[in-house]
């Protein structure tokens, strides 16, 4: 079974820097595609961006792109999410999702596979 675990979340002034990190186990992702959704109260779960694990492809939501980026560590079996120049907008639960297919698919309903999120908040 796979299991996600979230990391790295917290209270961070805004234009600052967070990373977070998501461990996944239970087996190899070579074949998988990773997201990062995230949640703020009132709203739907979006997707921030994704990750091809086999050869590193990433995509992003126009709201994060030049600001967020993705990348893994094969030999750790982690994805990573570095967050900068931060907005108060950004302030969410964070969740890292995985998907048995080696494509990045934008919609939640995709993905198999969630950990439990991370609260990222954003102070002005």
């Known amino acids: 079974q796979v299991q996600l675990v979230e990391s790295g979340g917290g209270l961070v002034q805004a234009g600052g820097s967070l990373r977070l990190s998501c461990a996944g186990s239970?087996?190899?992702?070579?074949?998988?595609?990773m997201a990062w959704f995230r949640q703020a109260p009132g709203k739907d779960r979006e997707f921030v961006g994704g990750i091809t694990w086999s050869s590193g492809g990433t995509a992003y939501a126009d709201s994060v792109k030049g600001r967020f980026t993705i990348s893994r560590d094969n030999a750790k079996n982690t994805m990573y999410l570095q967050m900068n120049s931060l907005k108060p907008e950004d302030t969410a639960v964070y969740y890292c999702a995985a998907n048995p297919v080696p494509w990045i698919l934008r919609n939640k309903e995709a993905y198999d596979y969630w950990g439990q999120g991370t609260q990222v908040t954003v102070s002005s």
């Open positions: 239970g087996r190899t992702f070579s074949s998988y595609s």
